[in-house]
């Protein structure tokens, strides 16, 4: 895929259009379409503040893009890096085109479909997890690097520029940093001394939110890869050193997993609601499809005229039945035949609805019951839209907080652990209490089911992107989000919203602690739900719009966490 052509970016635009009205041209339709203001949400102060650095410096969307990942990469290590992957969702103003860059991580060859299994048959929860054996090869510089050169307008070395200068500078720990690290990652990033080194201090333990933590070895790292683009880490001395310590550790990668690595570019899924058209994740996310098949069985109900009690009740079933779907027929594409037309038609939806009470719940019981285990993950979603209406709905991972929390001496990150985003064995639940079977199994080179689903909306009025981390509640988030938008609620709204989800087993609504009163809780009990109020709240939503009526642009970033940023300039 070639350059696009030169497009507009907030600094070109004005000498531009200077020199159109000087020359008594009128603008080319794509620049006077675009909304002139750019917004950018993401997880972190200084994320959101370096995208707007890269437009500001002659930048699209997706170079901005580019910028935001990577210092995600330095300052948000529990939730994605450069050890780790993700999707990258684009959509270009100039022609319309939409693509998904798909940087999942994928399966090192040597890795088989019982490699988590003990000796009894059981899974070995700890291996799934925690270590090398956990991590699969990591996509993130490469899509960067992809997206960069096909997309953006600014070298790579440029956008890195920001992540290589905090890495070396340092940034201040904050209180969800903290917090994970104390809660989730501590034991086990003490078993490595390279993770220890570079989060903890010197007397192992947690450093105080404000003290300032330096990545000098990231900073070594991230620069290689700007002097000598992608291939320093995936077939130079990065991936020697890579491969060493991984091996060195009890891991399984080598050399040719790294070089055989490939983005895959992913037409996304299409899909209507409300009067808009939806893009979405494709395989192997099954968010898009999931969010699919429940847009398509709710589009029956006037849902924002129903009582709170009623409109959960079918939003919960549209909940089970698309979770059911993936845990049957959703994996990587290239690997299983995933059945995406039937399973986004509108027809197969109507017949899932044909099988809904309007006052009772359908028991799950059709798969053996499991427990979700308590919620431990991150993630991390921005969204991104540029004067000139190019939109990034970005999701990036490392899987649980902080990945498996080994770091190979020398390199400053943590890799990922989403091996265990595979089914480990049918049935069995993972870190999510998500099942699979067959389409989702262990294999050489397969990528890893996601429920990672960034996704744009776009309508004649109205453009919106949306995201964020949970794990399997991603999905449900972004649905209550999309549902939140198309009753005309803006970003700010989207990302506040109380959430529920129902995942199909366990069988079960769960909730954030103030998402129904204790009557509503009431009523869907007696519909024959259980409905299970968690401690904590979850996600951490990103989402922008830009008000094509109005000319409004605006941004939400979600308040459950405090580093998070939505800018618009
Ligand atoms: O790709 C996935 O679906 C998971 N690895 C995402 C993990 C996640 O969102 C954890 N956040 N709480």
Sequence with gaps: MGKIPQADGPGGRVIRLFCLVAAGFLLPAAAAEGPGKAAIASAHYLATEAGHEILAAGGNAFDAAV?????????EQTSSGIGGGGFWL???ASDGMEVMVDGREQAPAAAHKDMFLNEDGSVNRDLAVNGPLAAAIPGEVAGLAHIAGNYGRLPLARSLQPAIRIAREGFPVYEKFHWILSNWAYDN???WPAAREAFLLEDGSVPPI???IRLPDLAGVLQQIADQGPDAFYRGDIAQRLVEGVRQAGGIWTMEDLASYEIKERQPIYTEFGGYELVTAAPPSSGGIA?????NILEAWPLAELDRVQRTHYIAEAMRRAFRDRALFLGDPDFYEVPVERLTSQFYADGLRASIHPGRATPSDMLPGNDAGPERG???HFSVLDADGNVVAATLTVNLGFGNRFMVPGTGFVLNNEMDDFSAKPGEPNAFGLIGFVANEIQPHKRPLSSMSPTIIKGEDRLGALGTPGGSRIITMVLLGILDFMEGNDAESWVSLPRFHHQYVPDRISAEPDAFTAEEIAALEAMGHTVEVREHAWGNMHGVLWNRESGEVTAGSDPRSDAGRAIVR
């Design 189 to 191: 990033i003490l078993r």
């Design 210 to 212: 404000g003290h300032v």
């Design 291 to 295: 969010i699919a098949t429940m847009l």
């Design 90 to 92: 684009l959509h270009r």
């Design 67 to 75: 910028a935001v990942s990577a210092v995600l990469a330095v300052v």
């Design 378 to 380: 991150d993630t991390t």
